[in-house]
């Protein structure tokens, strides 16, 4: 029976390394495929919630947004831009509503520095590496606390002298910020070398994030909560 949720630190950990050994042992995408099968659906990324995105944005086209200044953070100025692109408004909006305006900037400036390797970006990580996949260069992937939950605990990183908290301390982890952001850089490191990434047309970071999210989300346990 697929477990819905994992507390227990040890089990917790027992089960990364299951994934990770499976992810590294892949050669064919019906192997990356086949690891859905081991999570709870409850723990799957809904393709009709989180479709992939089939369209990329460079910084030729943020640059040619008239109005708008890449230096400062005055995301209101992108709204001089939409006026006849309904659809755009619409998104516009649906952004505003949400309170999310500010996520831009950060969406922003990862996809204006797509190229940087090291950067002192340490705010809004996710987003800015959001911005970064969104170039559609360098197989940036999207990270967020699940994925990146799930790295800190597996061995790839349980070796490393920069883990000092215990796997339960890992398994609460809610937020990416720069005490954390390290696990970004190793995680993209990882994804470089895998076998089924390396020397291939066809990259699958994309698959390897939906199976981390699931697996993450799996682990998750912060007590006295139900979540």
């Known amino acids: 029976m697929k477990e819905k949720s994992i507390k227990d630190s040890a089990k917790a950990k027992e089960f990364v390394e299951k994934i990770f ?16 099968e081991m999570f709870h659906p409850n723990n799957i990324m809904s393709e009709s919630k989180y479709p992939k995105i089939t369209f990329s944005i460079d910084k030729k086209e943020l640059e040619e947004l008239s ?11 992108l709204k001089n831009n939409i006026q006849n692109n309904t659809l755009a408004k619409l998104l516009y909006a649906l952004v505003w509503k949400n309170g999310d305006l500010v996520k831009l900037k950060h969406i922003i400036k990862g996809i204006k520095n797509v190229d940087q390797v090291e950067d002192d970006k340490n705010d809004g990580l996710v987003f800015y590496q959001f911005g970064k996949y969104l170039t559609n260069q360098n197989n940036e ?20 002298d920069r883990i000092n908290s215990s796997i339960s301390e890992w398994q ?7 005490s ?18 390396n020397g291939t047309a066809e990259n699958y970071t994309n698959e390897i994030d939906k199976i981390l999210f ?5 682990i998750k346990h912060k007590p ?3 979540k």
């Open 214 to 218: 699931a697996l993450g989300k799996t």
């Open 67 to 77: 109005d708008f200044s890449l230096k400062g953070d005055n995301i209101e100025s």
């Open 224 to 226: 006295n909560s139900n």
């Open 172 to 178: 609460k982890m809610e937020t990416i910020n720069k």
């Open 21 to 36: 050994k499976v992810i590294e042992e892949a050669k064919l995408p019906q192997d990356l495929e086949n690891i859905m």
């Open 180 to 197: 954390n952001k390290f696990l970004i850089k190793d995680y993209k490191e990882w994804l470089k070398v895998l076998p089924i990434n």
């Open 141 to 160: 992937p999207i990270v967020d606390q699940h994925v990146l939950r799930a790295f800190a605990i597996s061995d790839r990183m349980r070796k490393s």
